[in-house]
């Protein structure tokens, strides 16, 4: 026999090692910018929502805002309505144990003259 003799296998199954560590990150890291994406539309969602509905009041609009954002599985962290504008916080529970945190704003936009 030979000095090498088995090589092959400890060559396979490192291979195989790296080859399983690759497609696991790949995996972990598309299940983590899925939740950012849920989480994002759900604070653009909310946030549409908290500010169709300024005109009603600070209470009504943040009420809509939570609504809509339990409809797409996160949490209305804060809700602030300044005017027509609304700003949202919302967080969305992440299947990695993690907690996605995601603010947005939406609001009248207004013609400025330069």
Do not use: K, Y
Not at 51 to 78: I, M, W, Y
Not at 86 to 111: F, K, M, P, Q, Y
Request: charged share 20%.
């Amino acid at each position: 026999m030979t000095g090498d003799s088995g090589s092959a296998t400890v060559w396979g199954v490192a291979a195989s090692s790296l080859l399983w560590l690759a497609a696991l990150t790949a995996v972990l890291a598309a299940t983590a910018r899925f939740d950012r994406d849920r989480a994002a539309t759900a604070a653009d969602l909310a946030a549409l929502a908290a500010a169709a509905n300024a005109v009603h009041g600070t209470e009504a609009a943040c009420d809509r805002a939570r609504r809509t954002a339990e409809a797409n599985r996160a949490s209305l962290d804060s809700c602030e309505i300044d005017g027509h504008t609304a700003e949202v916080a919302v967080s969305v529970a992440s299947v990695l144990d993690l907690t996605v945190d995601v603010r947005s704003r939406a609001g009248i936009v207004t013609e400025q003259t330069p």
